[in-house]
């Protein structure tokens, strides 16, 4: 019904940047929040970042200032610079989001995760 697909993962060393993006896809009347997530292996997942379909954003504290989520409204799409990047910043990356879609009823969707890895 709705599909997530992010790219923009890979590999970098230890001050490095990437750009991750997520693009929304299927039977979408409109998407309020949207955000990144992060799982290290052996860890939980945890959130990274959200923002509204105003453009509001939230960060965790271990990313604030080094990480900046934005958003395409007219693309379905949310993005995530990251700079400044750490060896704990490895994770595999979620997006997420919660879409109405043309029924109007409401979804939290998931994408399938893309994959940082921070090396020295």
């Known amino acids: 019904q709705v599909q997530l697909v992010e790219s923009g993962g890979g590999l970098v060393q230890p001050g490095g940047s990437l750009r991750l993006s997520c693009a929304a896809s299927g039977s979408i009347f409109s998407i309020n929040a949207m955000g990144w997530y992060r799982q290290a292996p052996g860890k939980q997942r945890e959130f990274v970042a959200t923002i509204t379909n105003g453009g509001r954003p939230n960060y965790a504290d271990s990313v604030k200032g080094r990480f900046t989520i934005s958003r395409d409204n007219a693309k379905n799409t949310v993005y995530l610079q990251m700079k400044s990047l750490k060896p704990e910043d490895t994770a595999v990356y979620y997006c997420?989001?919660?879409?109405?879609?043309?029924?109007?009823?409401?979804?939290?969707?998931w994408g399938q995760g893309t994959l940082v890895t921070v090396f020295s």
């Open positions: 997420n989001a919660d879409v109405v879609v043309t029924t109007r009823s409401t979804l939290n969707a």
